[in-house]
C-alpha cells in the first residue's frame, strides 16, 4: 500500500466512527482499519505520519 500525499483526515475520524459504531470493535481497533484504508500500517503510524507533517513539514 502506499501513503497518500496528505491523509485526509475528516475521512479518518468518520470511517473509525462507523467501524466503531457498526461493527462493535473498539476505539482502537477500529482506528486502526480507518488508517489502513488510507494506506497507513496502523493508527499509530498515521498520526506520527500527520505529526512529522505538521512539526517538519516533512512527508516521511
Same mark, same amino acid.
Given at each position: 500500500?502506499?501513503? !497518500?500525499?496528505? !491523509? +485526509?483526515?475528516?475521512? #479518518?475520524?468518520?470511517?473509525? &466512527? ?13 482506528? +486502526?482499519?480507518?488508517?489502513? &484504508?488510507?494506506? #497507513?500500517? +496502523? ?8 505529526? +512529522? ?8
Amino acid at each position: 500500500m502506499s501513503t !497518500p500525499s496528505i !491523509p +485526509d483526515i475528516e475521512a #479518518f475520524e468518520e470511517r473509525a &466512527a462507523i467501524i466503531e459504531y457498526d461493527g462493535g470493535l473498539t476505539r482502537k481497533q477500529a482506528e +486502526d482499519l480507518a488508517a489502513q &484504508a488510507q494506506g #497507513f500500517r +496502523d493508527a499509530v503510524n498515521y498520526w506520527q505520519w500527520l505529526a +512529522d507533517y505538521v512539526l517538519g513539514k516533512q512527508i516521511t
